[in-house]
């Protein structure tokens, strides 16, 4: 389980310059800072990384026709 520690370090926002920033200290090592006045997040692109795709099939060939599915009724 991750869990951070936030504190007030005055570290710059490196997108506004504002002084208006939390740092959240991990017992794992690594920190991230987070902007209260423009919402910049320094995980940002590793949050995104972890996010699913629309999940849409690309078909290498578009003339390429798909194999029949077979469709069966259902009995009870």
């Given at each position: 389980?991750?869990?951070?520690?936030?504190?007030?370090a005055?570290?710059?926002?490196?997108?506004?310059?504002?002084?208006?920033?939390?740092?959240?200290?991990?017992?794992?090592?690594?920190?991230?800072?987070?902007?209260?006045?423009?919402?910049?997040?320094?995980?940002?692109?590793?949050?995104?990384?972890?996010?699913?795709?629309?999940?849409d099939?690309?078909?290498?060939?578009?003339?390429?026709?798909a194999?029949?599915?077979?469709?069966?009724?259902?009995?009870?």
């Open positions: 389980m991750i869990d951070a520690e936030g504190r007030r005055d570290v710059p926002c490196p997108v506004c310059g504002s002084g208006d920033t939390i740092t959240y200290d991990y017992v794992e090592g690594f920190s991230e800072l987070e902007c209260a006045s423009c919402g910049y997040r320094s995980d940002a692109d590793e949050i995104s990384a972890l996010q699913r795709y629309s999940g099939l690309l078909e290498a060939n578009a003339n390429h026709d194999p029949p599915i077979p469709v069966r009724s259902l009995k009870a």
